[in-house]
């Protein structure tokens, strides 16, 4: 059977590319991490890969906002055959193929108008501002699962710790109508909460202040993911700072980090869509 293959921007200040090329390889994929330019220049075709990457950084030193200069580049800058790459990436999705932003890369998903997309038209329906705090956030945080949500990213999870480290994670919907929208869909897929579960608006459990508690986003197909915490970071047990005490408490507990799961969940998924196909 034909590998999973991922595909793996880097480039401009992104920087987290090695480490979601390293949870491919666990979850028993390939994973090509690629600068946006060879993209752009035609020297590498997205349509060879089944998984779309944008990992988290500082794209081009979030200087006029978190992602906002990459969205543009891939919304705007023709490519050799007269296309824009978010044409590409439209029909990269039409194919039923899939995308995963994190951190920086969730921030850009949502300036090109891949989440939530709640119009299917690829329009802008959110942004993302600076943290409640007005700082900086670094810290380990709980993500509760909306087991409403349609998405293969996050079969079989309920909770999760994930470390989150950014300015600016404050996701605001357009207007009350869309937020309401995005509720009733269940396309808030991932919201923070407290250690035992509990959705919370509260800081620090809740770092930035986001629209629903928001933590992730999927799209109405739930072809698309994008979330604020990195579970790239969190591929191994020894990734949490209490690994000690989460140990001696659960001796009996994987070794696997938590965040590993969103990907064997989606690398399982593509092969059983290819198994069945052949």
Not at 83 to 90: A, G, M, N, P, S
Request: proline share 5%; with cysteine.
């Amino acid at each position: 059977m034909t590998a999973v293959k991922s595909l793996v921007i880097t480039g401009f200040g992104i920087n987290c590319e090695e480490e979601m090329a390293a949870a491919y390889h666990l979850a028993g994929a390939t994973a090509d991490i690629v600068h946006l330019n060879e993209i752009l220049l035609g020297q590498v075709s997205i349509h060879q890969y089944d998984i779309l990457n944008f990992p988290g950084g500082f794209s081009f030193g979030d200087d006029l906002a978190s992602g906002k200069v990459v969205s543009n580049k891939i919304k705007f800058k023709k490519l050799p055959s007269g296309k824009v790459l978010l044409d590409e990436i439209k029909q990269f999705l039409a194919d039923g193929k899939y995308i995963l932003g994190v951190c920086n890369g969730f921030q850009m998903l949502v300036r090109m108008g891949l989440l939530p997309n709640t119009n299917s038209d690829f329009e802008p329906e959110a942004t993302l501002s600076n943290n409640n705090s007005g700082k900086f956030e670094d810290r380990w945080v709980y993500c509760k699962v909306n087991n409403a949500a349609q998405t293969p990213f996050l079969k079989g999870i309920t909770q999760m710790a994930l470390p989150a480290r950014h300015g600016e994670g404050k996701l605001i919907f357009m207007d009350d109508e869309m937020r309401a929208k995005v509720s009733k869909e269940h396309l808030n897929c991932l919201t923070y909460c407290t250690e035992d579960g509990v959705e919370t608006a509260a800081y620090p459990a809740n770092p930035n202040g986001a629209d629903l508690n928001c933590a992730g986003l999927t799209n109405p197909t739930g072809q698309v993911l994008g979330l604020m915490p990195h579970p790239e970071a969190y591929l191994s047990l020894y990734n949490n700072p209490n690994w000690g005490q989460i140990k001696r408490n659960n001796p009996d507990i994987t070794e696997e980090g938590e965040g590993l799961k969103i990907f064997t969940n989606i690398v399982e998924h593509i092969k059983a869509q290819k198994l069945a196909t052949v």
